[in-house]
């Protein structure tokens, strides 16, 4: 047994050595997602010139939904991808990893359409063939463009451009970039296969063991393939991909429904492939107009005080553990401190990105942690109390508890793993670190903590494990309430429904209705708390979300994007958010200034009989050192360079003092030459903002601008994956029943299923009437957050719902079948009653901090909390208990029913 122990020590020490020399340098090498850290801001074009006019309008929510299924397999990194106007997306990805963002953004830009052309024959090999079918296919997509613009009733008069019979592709390019040997393809329907008709992709191996993509048609496309390579036997077949031939081989026999890409690929580009092939391709290809860094998504000052209020809630169930639980406490803490080293480690070495679901998942796996030692030592305790000596109460307690802790934590991890299947981006996110977490608790509690316990005691230094005791030995009828605790929830759940509803999409964020977008520039930097502030406290705008932009990890900036829901219909909402942040910036000097300020018009006496002449003068502001190298030595002269360039009549430029110097913004005094009437000099200021534009145009300077973008945006959370969450849930839930059939009775399912919708529902509820009602001081719209906190109130309720119908099952071993259920459940309650509440407390800690002090962006999620881990301990007690006992009524009715009938029969 000593032997045993020592080996123990050795295996810990070693996991801890592992996992210290794996964290040397943890927070470069854990990843975290666009709500934690920032990363890159993506602003897209979708050019519609080739959709029909009367389809355009529907073309950006398409090419989203496409790129989001794309980016579903990355669904860990937590990718935002928004419809920003009517033709534009707006795509926020994660980190700074430069090799990794080119990928990503190969990702959004390529087409993904695929075809199978059979080669022309050598015929149309020759440069003088090759030229003019090029010249026909761009009069086709020229009279396409036309074709496209014009309205329904004109297009339903004439056909549309005909198809080309040929077209010319290239191979891939080179090692030195350019642009590989054109290939002659046939293009009319009964020599090509679309490859819309691909039902699926997958990464394969082709005959020289290379890296290839393999692909299966299904329907009538495997029929199409079919045919089309049994009747061209000898001739050469070309897989095309966004217009390049990526493969070509000769057809030798009849091919039935499945094909490879071969190429020089690595494993990632067919990874690439296999992905852009699964999720379809895109209406439109989309163009990148400007890309820049942004701040976390939830703000850096939101996250600090977040991760602060973590920390102290952390610190305050680690006290509370050592005073109550005394020596067995410090072991607890002990294991717990293992377990989230064990956690980050793992986060580490898969190398997972971590993002605020998955916050809230380790959250959870924490609390569940705490629960399995307090359930521990609360047997232990019990196992005492019967009179057992310290190491035969040990033994016992920790036997007793194992089979708990296994339901509880095989349960969850169950949900967690259908999450992960099923569910995407947010929900994968939290699934992950859930798994990870439960797998290291559970090894910590058992293995760790008794590991260490079983030596404590084994060597007398702990010969009694005293401990507080804050119930001893209740006897509560709580069955004797559930009549109307059962009407009482009904009533709580159908009112926060019907309130639900009644505020539809008022209860809702950003993140789901869509909104505005609002970029900045300040003329000072100052804190992304400051700015909220400052808004917060003059204006009422709901779901308001601060971004900075700019320099990743500033404490302070000059430029924020702001988000809000949207304040009604049309431009005129739009508009009203960007006047009435300007006017609130502006009264506070904070408004960077416009391109062009002050201008006045002086007239200049004509001496010795002259007529007087008229000068446009004006200030101009330029952002210093965020153009071309050149734009950072920008000087008066350089300046006036470039304004005569354009044509404008510049008679002179000087650098003068202007508002925001401090971030960069250099103002210039630009005089006109004299001109000989007024209307002249009037029509300068046009002139000039023209061909200042026209500069900027092209990058040779960067003019001042307060609102470099308002917009509006759609929600984040596609409707694709509001659909998935609710069925991985529903999944999940499904899981849950054939689990606890198996390990309990199909009636302890259904009952812990009650008491998981009960929760999700109430707690759902009281967010809506939380927003109403207390809207002005807490930020409570349902976001993305909120959807974490939801999935973090499942895991803690089926926790505590298992533990109880664990010693229910316990005390109803070896009973008679005629016992008095109720009063099984009653004692099983009463005994894990001290269990219930420790473990709500100390969970309650954490998060009412987390509420307290964890900042606005951070409030729907703690809140949602709070409700949800007092509602879980209610459930367990009060829904879950009661559910089961009603059906276990009904089960005795039936059979006594049954037993009488055959009883009549004989």
Avoid at 137 to 157: D, F, K, P, T, W
Avoid at 181 to 205: C, H, M, R, W, Y
Avoid at 654 to 668: K, L, M, Q, R
Wanted: net charge negative.
């Amino acid at each position: 047994m000593i032997q045993n122990t020592g080996r123990g020590f050795i295996l810990v020490a070693l996991l801890i050595a592992a996992c210290l020399y794996s964290l040397q340098d943890y927070q470069q090498d854990i990843k975290k997602g666009i709500d934690l850290e920032g990363g890159t801001e993506l602003l897209y074009r979708i050019p519609t010139d080739l959709i029909p006019a009367d389809q355009r309008s529907s073309v950006a929510a398409d090419v989203k939904k496409v790129i989001s299924q794309r980016f579903d397999s990355y669904g860990l990194k937590e990718i935002s991808v928004v419809v920003s106007g009517s033709d534009r997306l707006l795509i926020q990805l994660p980190g700074f990893d430069n090799d990794e963002l080119e990928r990503l953004k190969s990702q959004i830009e390529r087409a993904g359409e695929l075809n199978i052309h059979l080669v022309s024959a050598a015929e149309y090999t020759s440069a003088d063939v090759i030229a003019e079918i090029e010249t026909k296919m761009v009069e086709r997509q020229q009279a396409l463009i036309g074709y496209n613009s014009l309205s329904v009733e004109q297009r339903a008069q004439q056909p549309p451009p005909a198809e080309l019979d040929r077209i010319v592709v290239y191979r891939p390019s080179g090692v030195d970039g350019l642009r590989g040997a054109p290939v002659v393809v046939e293009n009319s329907k009964t020599l090509k296969v679309s490859g819309s008709f691909i039902q699926d992709a997958n990464s394969t191996v082709d005959q020289t063991g290379g890296p290839a993509v393999g692909f299966t048609f299904g329907g009538a496309g495997s029929t199409l393939f079919a045919n089309l390579t049994e009747d061209n036997i000898n001739r050469s077949l070309a897989i095309v991909l966004d217009d390049v031939a990526m493969s070509i081989a000769t057809i030798n026999d009849r091919i039935v429904g499945a094909g490879i890409i071969s190429g020089s690929f690595t494993t990632q580009e067919v990874d690439d492939i296999v992905t852009i092939l699964r999720a379809g391709s895109l209406p439109a290809k989309p163009k990148l107009e400007s890309q820049q860094t942004v701040g976390a998504v939830l703000g850096k000052e939101s996250i600090d005080r977040g991760t602060q209020a973590m920390i102290i809630g952390f610190l305050l169930v680690v006290v509370f553990m050592l005073i109550y639980y005394r020596a067995a406490g410090l072991v607890a803490n002990l294991a717990l401190m293992f377990n989230l080293v064990l956690v980050l480690t793992l986060l580490v070495i898969f190398r997972n990105t971590l993002t605020f679901p998955g916050m809230a998942g380790l959250l959870l796996t924490v609390g569940m942690a705490v629960d399995a030692n307090i359930l521990i030592f609360e047997r232990i305790r019990e196992e005492k109390d019967r009179g057992k000596a310290l190491p035969a109460a040990f033994q016992a307690g920790f036997q007793r508890a194992f089979w708990t802790i296994f339901d509880a934590n095989l349960t969850t991890l169950v949900t967690a793993f259908v999450l992960f299947q099923f569910g995407t981006g947010a929900v994968k996110g939290f699934a992950v670190v859930l798994s990870i977490g439960i797998i290291t608790s559970f090894f910590s509690t058992i293995y760790v903590s008794r590991l260490i316990l079983s030596a404590l005691i084994r060597s007398g230094i702990i010969k009694e494990m005293s401990m507080a005791r804050l119930v001893s030995k209740p006897n509560i009828d709580f069955m004797s309430m559930r009549g109307a605790t059962r009407i009482l929830s009904i009533v709580f759940v159908l009112s926060g429904c019907a309130f639900l509803f009644w505020r539809g999409s008022e209860a809702m964020g950003i993140d789901f209705t869509g909104g505005t977008k609002l970029s900045i520039s300040l003329a000072k930097p100052i804190t992304e708390g400051e700015l909220r502030q400052l808004i917060g406290s003059n204006l009422e705008f709901e779901d308001l979300q601060v971004q900075a932009l700019g320099v990743p990890g500033s404490i302070e900036t000059a430029r924020y994007a702001l988000k809000t829901r949207t304040l009604g219909s049309g431009a005129e909402e739009t508009e009203a958010f960007k006047e009435a942040i300007g006017e609130l910036l502006t009264a506070n000097d904070l408004l960077a200034p416009n391109a062009l300020t002050n201008p006045r018009f002086e007239t200049v006496a004509g001496q010795d009989g002259a007529v007087d002449t008229h000068v446009f003068i004006s200030h101009l502001h330029v952002i210093k050192g965020t153009g071309d190298d050149a734009q950072a030595g920008l000087t008066a002269s350089k300046m006036e360079e470039e304004l005569r360039a354009t044509g404008y009549p510049v008679a002179g430029v000087v650098e003068t003092d202007g508002p925001g110097a401090i971030v960069g913004i250099v103002t210039f005094e630009v005089s006109s030459e004299q001109q000989a009437n007024s209307n002249a000099a009037l029509a300068l200021q046009s002139t000039l903002t023209k061909n200042l534009k026209d500069l900027a145009k092209t990058k040779a300077i960067s003019l001042s601008d307060p609102f470099p973008e308002v917009t509006s945006i759609s929600g984040r959370v596609a409707e694709n994956m509001q659909g998935k969450t609710f069925v991985a849930l529903m999944i999940s839930f499904m899981a849950i029943v054939f689990y606890i059939s198996i390990r309990f009775e199909l009636r302890f399912g259904m009952a812990a299923i009650a008491a998981l919708v009960h929760d999700i529902l109430f707690t759902l509820g009281a967010i809506a009437v939380g927003d109403f009602l207390i809207g002005d001081v807490l930020s409570l719209k349902i976001n993305l957050p909120v959807v974490a906190a939801l999935l973090t109130v499942v895991g803690y309720s089926l926790n505590d719902t298992i533990v109880i119908f664990d010693r229910i099952r316990e005390n109803l071993v070896d009973s008679r079948r005629d016992v008095d259920y109720v009063n099984i459940v009653n004692k099983s309650v009463n005994q894990t009653l001290s269990r219930t509440i420790l473990t709500s407390v100390t969970t309650f800690i954490v998060v009412l901090i987390l509420l307290l002090i964890g900042g606005e962006a951070l409030h729907a999620f703690s809140f949602a909390l709070c409700i949800g881990v007092c509602v879980g301990t209610y459930s367990s007690i009060f829904v879950a208990s009661p559910t089961l006992v009603y059906l276990q009524e009904k089960a005795r009715m039936r059979r006594d029913l049954q037993i009488a009938e055959a009883g009549l029969k004989k």
